[in-house]
C-alpha cells in the first residue's frame, strides 16, 4: 500500500516560484505513475501533469505547460512539481495521486488514480 503526502505549498507573489513534493511510502510507489491535480474551492478537481514510473514520460495540462515542470527521484521515493511564474489562477489546494495500472502511460484521467494524498494548499497573491 502506497501513501502520499504532499509539502511545499504556501503564500507566493505573482511570478514567483514554489516546489511541491510528493513523498511515498512502499517500497512499490517506482511502479506507479504519479499525477498532480488542483482543486480551488467549489470548483472540480483538475489534472495538472503526471509523469511515468519510471519518469521517461511526462504530460501537463495546456495552461502550465512551460511554467511547471514534473520530475521523480524514485531513490527518495518523491515526486517534485516545480511551479514557475506563478499566476494568481493557480491557487487551490494542490493533490498528487497514484496510479498503479498504467505505470508507463500517464493519463490526465483521474478516475485512474487509487492512491491521494491530503493536498497542500498554494497562494498566490496579485
Known amino acids: 500500500q502506497v501513501q502520499l503526502v504532499e509539502s511545499g505549498g504556501e503564500l507566493v507573489q505573482a511570478g514567483g516560484s514554489l516546489r511541491l513534493s510528493c513523498a511515498a511510502s512502499?517500497?512499490?510507489?517506482?511502479?506507479?505513475?504519479i499525477g498532480w491535480f488542483r482543486q480551488a474551492p467549489g470548483k472540480e478537481r483538475l489534472f495538472i501533469a503526471a509523469?511515468?514510473?519510471?519518469?521517461?514520460?511526462?504530460t501537463y495540462e495546456d495552461s502550465v505547460k512551460g511554467r511547471f515542470t514534473i520530475s521523480r527521484d524514485n531513490a527518495k521515493n518523491t515526486v517534485y512539481l516545480q511551479m514557475n511564474s506563478l499566476k494568481p489562477e493557480d491557487t487551490a489546494v494542490y493533490l498528487c495521486?497514484?496510479?498503479?495500472?498504467?505505470?508507463?502511460?500517464?493519463?490526465?484521467?483521474?478516475?485512474?488514480?487509487?492512491?491521494w494524498g491530503q493536498g497542500t494548499q498554494v497562494t498566490v497573491s496579485s
Open positions: 495521486a497514484g496510479d498503479p495500472g498504467r505505470p508507463d502511460r500517464p493519463t490526465t484521467n483521474p478516475t485512474y488514480y487509487t492512491h
Open positions: 512502499g517500497r512499490t510507489f517506482m511502479t506507479y505513475a
Open positions: 509523469i511515468s514510473s519510471s519518469g521517461a514520460r511526462t
